[in-house]
């Protein structure tokens, strides 16, 4: 299991029972905005193994608790912002 968090509006944008991936490095690299603020590269995530352990390190850390229900993190027009903004580099 993964959460990812926003270091910057301190909220949990991503909580998913995966193990595969370094969730949280992947966003940064992309440079991913976060969907609560729009800051990029603040990421910081954990891995688990329980649901209740990630939201009790999100309670410790006093993070807003708003991952993604449906685990696609962003909105359905994103990607054709994020290719936009992309282009513009």
């Known amino acids: 299991m993964s959460m990812v968090w926003c270091k910057n509006c301190k ?3 991503w909580a998913f029972d995966h193990t595969s991936d370094d969730v949280r490095g ?17 990421f910081d ?3 688990s193994t329980d649901w209740e352990e990630m ?8 993070l807003d608790w708003k991952p993604s229900g449906d685990n ?3 909105p ?4 054709d912002r994020y290719v936009d903004w992309l282009s513009s580099l």
């Open 11 to 13: 909220t949990v944008v």
């Open 76 to 79: 359905a027009d994103f990607l």
């Open 55 to 62: 939201k009790q390190c999100a309670r410790e850390r006093q």
């Open 26 to 42: 992947i966003m940064n690299l992309l440079q991913l905005v976060c969907p609560n603020c729009g800051s990029r590269r603040t």
């Open 72 to 74: 696609t993190l962003y």
């Open 45 to 47: 995530g954990i891995s």
